[in-house]
């Protein structure tokens, strides 16, 4: 299963293009809300989350944590505890941790980039505490993935379905979807 943070202000395209990509995939995909069951986007757009925060699944049964970008969105990510420790917990379990836009920032501040090459928006380099930071649209090293933003949202994704299930499933996704 994917756990895929919502927090109010979250960057629409990046939350709801990763879902669909990685459905398509065929895997489980659990949006988790911030705050409340329904979250509203950068954009105005209200989702109904599967889950509410208190009720995240076992890590055991996780594949990855993703968090999507935006403003407010990424600070709300930023200042749930619940959030910061899930993700936390999941990165020191060998569990992929993805994040996009501004989010790759919450990771930063967590140390979970030090070391690693990692992209983000510009502008947010300098959260990325420890990270090699490259100007790559996406950027898989050791269990992270990061992008800079929501024209690469289908991207990123892709990059997670290759790590999760293989390059060649993604390649398929992609052709599908017209991506090239």
Same mark, same amino acid.
């Given at each position: 299963?994917?756990?895929?943070?919502?927090?109010?202000?979250?960057?629409?395209?990046?939350?709801? +293009?990763?879902?669909?990509?990685?459905?398509?995939?065929?895997?489980?995909?659990?949006?988790?809300?911030?705050?409340?069951?329904?979250?509203?986007? /950068?954009?105005?757009?209200?989702?109904?989350?599967? @889950?509410?925060? /208190?009720?995240?699944?076992?890590? #055991?049964?996780? #594949? +990855?944590?993703?968090?999507?970008?935006?403003?407010?969105?990424?600070?709300?990510?930023? #200042?749930? /505890?619940?959030?910061?420790?899930?993700?936390?917990?999941? +990165?020191?379990?060998? =569990?992929?941790?993805?994040?996009?836009?501004?989010?790759? %920032?919450? @990771?930063?501040? @967590?140390?979970?980039?030090?070391?690693?090459?990692?992209?983000?928006?510009?502008?947010?380099?300098?959260?990325?505490?420890? +990270?090699?930071?490259? $100007?790559? %649209?996406?950027?898989? $090293?050791?269990?992270?993935?990061?992008?800079?933003?929501?024209?690469? /949202?289908?991207?990123?994704?892709?990059? =997670?379905?290759?790590? @999760? =299930?293989?390059?060649?499933?993604? #390649?398929?996704?992609?052709?599908?979807?017209?991506?090239?």
């Amino acid at each position: 299963m994917v756990v895929l943070f919502l927090a109010n202000g979250f960057e629409e395209i990046e939350a709801l +293009a990763t879902v669909d990509v990685l459905r398509r995939a065929g895997l489980s995909v659990c949006t988790v809300g911030v705050g409340g069951d329904f979250v509203t986007g /950068s954009h105005g757009i209200t989702v109904k989350t599967d @889950l509410g925060e /208190s009720d995240l699944p076992p890590l #055991q049964e996780v #594949q +990855a944590v993703v968090l999507p970008g935006g403003l407010p969105g990424t600070n709300n990510l930023a #200042q749930s /505890s619940i959030v910061t420790d899930y993700v936390c917990r999941a +990165a020191d379990s060998g =569990i992929l941790v993805a994040a996009i836009c501004a989010a790759p %920032s919450v @990771l930063g501040e @967590l140390g979970l980039l030090v070391g690693k090459r990692a992209t983000c928006y510009p502008g947010y380099e300098s959260a990325l505490r420890g +990270a090699v930071c490259c $100007d790559e %649209s996406v950027v898989t $090293d050791d269990g992270v993935v990061t992008a800079k933003g929501a024209g690469v /949202s289908i991207p990123f994704a892709l990059a =997670i379905v290759a790590r @999760l =299930i293989s390059p060649e499933k993604a #390649q398929e996704i992609g052709d599908a979807m017209q991506c090239r």
